[in-house]
């Protein structure tokens, strides 16, 4: 820290010698997080993914359903060795297998405005 400080001191003299200007910056505050959301972002239409049992208060649910055949083994990889098929859900939205059907189905759950 010595050192820094000297070395900062010799550059502040040198440019002062120089006559370069020196300006000395006031040090900001830091940012304040803050819990409050404006009330200007939800003006728009907008819709977010679903997550528990109800939507927020003046959304409602809407899904989106999409079923297609089962071409594809939920065990094969593309050329990195990525598996192409992951079955699971997220929050209300899910990826499931209906080996009776045939189809791998699709159902995205949003709560919108």
């Not at 001191?9 to 900001?28: K, N």
């Not at 050329?79 to 997220?90: V, Y």
Request: charged share 20%; aromatic share 6%.
């Amino acid at each position: 820290m010595a050192r820094f400080t000297t070395c900062f001191y010799i550059i502040l003299l040198l440019r002062i010698v120089a006559g370069i200007p020196v300006t000395i910056r006031q040090p900001q505050p830091p940012h304040q997080m803050s819990n409050k959301i404006s009330d200007s972002w939800t003006e728009e239409r907008l819709c977010v993914l679903k997550m528990g049992s109800s939507c927020p208060s003046g959304f409602t649910e809407d899904k989106l359903k999409l079923s297609v055949q089962t071409d594809v083994n939920p065990k094969d990889t593309d050329r990195d060795g990525e598996q192409l098929i992951m079955m699971g859900q997220a929050g209300e939205t899910s990826l499931t297998r209906n080996v009776y059907d045939a189809l791998y189905t699709l159902t995205i759950t949003t709560c919108c405005k």
